[in-house]
């Protein structure tokens, strides 16, 4: 029987890094209604959803500290690869 936490964790840091490294390649991506931290959140729920529903009966539920932690962490690692490898704003 498969934690369904450690593959929500390892999903989400995959997410943060992934939507890090797109937006650093679009740097046009935060602006408007669809931001990273909303792309993060859908990422979440779509997760959270198949995890619940296709595997079901193959891995225990997840929790709200799971869940947080999967999120939180995959935020964290977007913010990280964001102003580690982002380029100084300029001004103009």
């Not at 840091?13 to 669809?34: R, T």
């Not at 997840?62 to 690692?77: C, H, I, K, P």
């Amino acid at each position: 029987m498969k934690a369904a936490r450690n593959i929500y964790l390892a999903t989400m840091c995959i997410a943060g890094v992934v939507v890090g490294a797109v937006s650093l390649g679009y740097p046009g991506i935060g602006k408007g209604y669809v931001t990273p931290l909303m792309i993060l959140l859908v990422i979440s729920l779509v997760v959270d959803v198949i995890l619940m529903r296709v595997m079901r009966g193959k891995v225990v539920p997840l929790s709200m500290e799971s869940r947080f932690a999967g999120f939180f962490s995959g935020y964290v690692l977007f913010l990280l690869i964001t102003f580690l490898f982002g380029s100084a704003p300029t001004v103009a």
